[in-house]
């Protein structure tokens, strides 16, 4: 390998068009504690941190924490924790080495290094990408799930925790008892009210650790919302190759993303904050109305096209909208379906937003692979598809097309299963129940679906036992487990979705 690796040293030698730091480095100190740095923290909260610092607004930089695999210590260490971001827009491309994160912190194998750094008296912001289930929440009601088997061990184990809700607690509990500073944890995942969920969480768990660090968390916790957005998919060898070609060093830490960033973050704060609005980002009273836009158009999107993407045999999801079908169908979901379901957002017009998401969707640079997206389909399909769904039937709406990604998901998870021919790997929290659900079965879509919709985990009893979401979700899982799932993709697309929602047997 002749190129040279990222560093500090090499910045000066880097060719012009690529973006630098423009800030004092050295003169950084920890402020802000990240949990969870992979491609998404890296494009999004480390970028606009990294924009804050350039204005010369505060000194603050970002310490890491990895809890889960990547181990990403070594490879940012090696790099001072430099890395570039990449935007690709079609034929675009465009490098810039962020600098806003000072080291990353590896605490897989014991929580130790991870409370070191929440505990310490610099940080009083905590954000965090730690994916939906992260949270240990049951999806249906965002509870905290007393059952989940990390969260029992913490509650057995507190000076030693391994689950998120199980670390914040303990890093409270040790803030508490030294310096007492108040501290913000920002969650920024793709889950509903995600401040609330989080707050629930940790809330809960703290009370079974005493009333004492319950009523401390009360006073000197804050949890706001945030609704967070750019697509960064997962890093390939492919990517840094494409550095090296064009920009003549390697860089084992890159992240890809697209041009569209969005952070919008309900203001509500405990301790100092970072004044990322000065940057882009948008501080709020109500974030919901931004989640909900997100979550069911931009998500709903991706989550509809990746399992009906994989049924059809395409590998990312710009391949599968530019599929004529699957794209009608995306749209007429979207517009007709999902679009009634969104409240008035601030600023933005949910039709113009719809358009706007499918075209950032048809970016050919974005290698976004369907698998990634399907992955833990349970904790991502009630805030995306099964709470329009509801709203559609709170309102007698036709929710013939928002039904048929449901049935995507479990027609997904029944493939991979044993009886199924294994079609695929995957990963998802539920996949065994599912697949044990499919060995036992067999092919009766109505059987399937009766005993899948009855995992009250993610699917809200009362949603679970109306008929017409029923009978929905049947005929598309036999339509999708047909030989020609595209066909029927084709023929639910076909015609007037209102109509078939009054007549759904007359077609058969
Ligand atoms: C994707 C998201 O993998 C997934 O679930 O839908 O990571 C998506 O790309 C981001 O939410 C975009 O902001």
Redesign the pocket.
Known sequence: MSAKNLSPALLDRLPPDVRKPAYDRPALKPGIAHIGVGA?HRCHQAEYTDDLLAKDFDHWGLVGINIRPPLLADTLGRQDGLYTRLIRQNDEVEARVIGSILRVVDSQESAARALEVLASPDIEMVTMTVTEKGYCHIPSSGALDLDHPDIAHDLANSGAPRSVPGILARALERRMASHGRPVTLLSCD?IPTNGIILGNVVRTFAERRGRQLADWIEANVAFPSAM????APATTEADIDTVEQRFGYRDGALVVGERFRQWVIEHRFAGRVPRWDLVGATFVDDVTPFEHLKMRV??GA??TLSYLGVLGGFEHTFETIADPVLARFVRRMLTEETLPTLMPVPGISPAAYVEQSLSRLTNTAIR?RNH??ATDGSQ?IVQRLLNPIRDRLAIGGSIALLSVPVAGWMAYLIKASARFGRAWRVSDPFADRIAAIADSIGSDSKALVDAILAIDAIFDPQLAADTTFRGHVAAGLDGLLSGDPMGFVGQVCAGPTDARLKQPSRSA
Do not use: A, C, S
């Not at 967070?228 to 697509?231: H, N, S």
């Open positions: 998404f793709n967070v957005d750019r697509i931009l998500n991706q989550t976004h990634q997206i991502k």
